[in-house]
């Protein structure tokens, strides 16, 4: 009888373990919190948040420059880290209100409940993906480029055309995969790695010909890491259309809307191209590849 | 043993309750028909009871998991019937290459984990360097992560820049997997060695046969016949294994699901490489049984 007792009471307590948790941050309740409840629902008491007052920013467990520097996001030095904490300043927070996670890129697109506001990762943004998550307005316009050995004989190829023989490298799930695919189109499968480093040791192999990675970590790889490498040229990885990273929000994160607001205020101001003087100034006079 | 006296009582009982003088031989006492009667009523009561209960939890788990309000987004994000269709081709011609690399790999290590295995048993003192060498390549290999070994070779190797070395990736690739899988399977050869009887050993020497010629021909087949299913057992495992070289870029069926998911944030491929996988994995345990049971049969040599 006691056995019994205990699983009906274990049944029990399974069952309320799983009731719908109350999720606050879930597409269900939109209402902005009412702290400050003046007309502006972006000001800062009215935001959507995960932990009210504090702005929760993800971004992936190792950081690389020129997007943040010392793999350290919270320092406000390299593009990403400078955009977070201006935006930050739009939305109305302080320096010391900005909360970072560590959000590996594969955990970002999992459904249910997030633990961040938005994760910014270098993250492109595609019709398919905006499917799963929103994402904000670009915060930059990014373009792909191919790096091979000075040595090599891809190193002088003038045109996309040109590396359909050679065998290339690439990161999971950034869109230089696609952009070898689509814009290239090589012989042989491009290699993909899970993560730059690994494509940098294979090019330093000779393992493969070129890695494609979007530009300014190129400018980052060349002039840091693999002295011996060059940037060949930079293209689209889709002809037609821009390629832009965005902040990435839990799809139908009320959030979105602020902080699209902040980086067109941004972006109009001149302060975002400020940040990207400062950060990515390198990244100009790469030719072209079609 | 019964004890003869309840035996007697017992039997008096029986025909004391069945005193038909037609029936010839052994007939069921009543109290023998209740007997069966109360089993077979436990029987179907506690078969309803199972049945009823393995329907209820199903039930229950089924309704938790529909009636979740995240389910739905769960349902599309992990077992999408649309993504799995998108991204079989991909994920498919994956396999291929992990199938290549474990059916290239198997017999090497085979191969490999038998000559440790031996090294081992070697006794004169001219082959102990020898013997150090398969004792400190087994500790290391078993001890380092497969992943490591599969980094250190596929990136170390060709950068040592030495005149020789492969640098096709399938080559190092299966380097890696043989120099971590031979560890694990000179162990499990080793102990099918240790595991024949020393007497076997010594009467084999005793007829005359030399140690070369007793490992041979007694101690090897025995030994062997014993550790087929711990050998399958890392067959498996390195099955599944082989999908760790989608670290120095190789595009496996889990890498083309890892490329699929991240385009597409979508996880639904990942269930369809494990798919593959346990399809993989089946079979190879279903020969890990027949065998099994042959061996078995064997032991008992006909006896049941």
């Known amino acids: ?290 | 043993m019964v004890e003869p006296g309840r035996q007697r009582s017992g039997a008096a009982l029986t025909w004391r309750h069945n005193p038909d003088p037609q029936q010839a031989g052994w007939v069921k006492s009543d109290r023998q028909l209740d007997r069966e009667r109360d089993q077979h009523r436990r029987a179907v009561r506690s078969l309803t009871l199972a049945a009823t209960s393995t329907v209820a939890l199903a039930a229950l788990v089924a309704w938790v998991l529909a009636s979740s309000p995240g389910w739905q987004r769960v349902q599309q994000s992990f077992f999408s019937w649309e993504q799995a269709e998108a991204a079989l081709p991909s994920v498919a011609s994956g396999l291929v290459l992990n199938v290549q690399l474990f059916l290239t790999a198997e017999p090497l290590i085979l191969l490999l984990g038998l000559a440790v295995a031996l090294t081992r048993t070697l006794r004169s003192p001219v082959t102990f360097p020898l013997r150090v060498l398969a004792v400190v390549y087994t500790d290391v290999f078993r001890g380092v992560p497969t992943l490591l070994v599969v980094f250190l070779v596929g990136f170390g190797l060709p950068a040592l820049n030495l005149q020789g070395t492969p640098t096709s990736l399938f080559q190092l690739a299966l380097i890696a997997l043989v120099l971590s899988y031979g560890a694990y399977v000179a162990e499990v050869f080793r102990a099918g060695i240790d595991s024949v009887h020393p007497s076997q050993l010594a009467s084999a020497r005793s007829l005359g046969l030399s140690q070369g010629q007793a490992l041979r021909h007694v101690v090897l087949p025995q030994a062997i016949r014993r550790v087929v299913p711990p050998l399958l057992n890392d067959f498996i495992s390195l099955q599944k294994d082989t999908a760790l070289v989608a670290a120095i870029g190789m595009v496996d069926a889990l890498n083309a699901a890892n490329i699929y998911a991240s385009t597409n944030f979508n996880y639904t491929p990942y269930f369809v490489a494990a798919g593959f996988f346990v399809a993989l994995t089946v079979p190879l345990a279903r020969i890990n049984d027949v065998l099994a049971a042959r061996a078995q049969r064997r032991m008992l040599g006909g006896a049941r």
């Not at chain 1, 792909?144 to 045109?159: D, F």
């Not at chain 1, 499968?189 to 393992?207: G, I, R």
Request: glycine share 8%; proline share 6%.
């Open chain 1, 1 to 290: 009888m006691r056995l019994r007792l205990t699983i009906g009471a274990a049944l029990l307590a399974v069952l309320t373990a799983c009731a719908p948790a109350n999720n606050t941050t879930g597409s269900a309740s939109h209402q902005p919190h009412s702290s400050g409840s003046t007309g502006d629902s972006c000001a800062k008491g009215n935001l959507h948040l995960l932990h009210p007052g504090r702005l929760t920013i993800a971004t992936s467990p190792t950081v690389y420059e020129p997007w943040m520097v010392h793999n350290d996001p919270t320092n406000g030095k390299g593009f990403e880290s400078a955009v977070a904490y201006a935006l930050a300043r739009h939305l109305g927070f302080s320096s010391s209100q900005v909360d970072w996670v560590k959000e590996p890129f594969n955990a970002s697109y999992q459904p249910g409940g997030k633990n961040f506001d938005f994760d910014i990762n270098q993250i492109s943004i595609t019709p398919q993906r905006a499917k799963v998550v929103d994402f904000s307005v670009g915060y930059y316009n990014a373009a792909q480029a191919i790096i091979t050995l000075k040595s090599s004989k891809y190193a002088s190829a003038k045109s996309l055309a040109d590396f359909r023989t050679a065998k290339l490298g690439a990161q999971v799930g950034t869109t230089s995969l696609e952009a070898i695919q689509n814009g290239i189109a090589p012989q042989q499968q491009p290699l993909v790695y899970q993560d730059t480093n690994n494509a940098k040791s294979a090019l330093l192999n000779s393992q493969i010909d070129g890695i494609v990675v979007d530009l300014p970590t190129a400018f980052y790889i060349t002039a840091v890491q693999i002295p011996a490498g060059t940037i060949v040229g930079q293209f689209q990885p889709t002809s037609s259309t821009q390629e832009q990273f965005g902040l990435l929000f839990e799809k139908g994160n009320p959030l979105v809307v602020c902080v699209d607001k902040a980086l067109s205020a941004m972006k109009s101001s001149g302060e975002r191209g400020r940040i990207q003087q400062r950060w990515l100034s390198q990244v100009v006079n790469v030719p072209v590849l079609r």
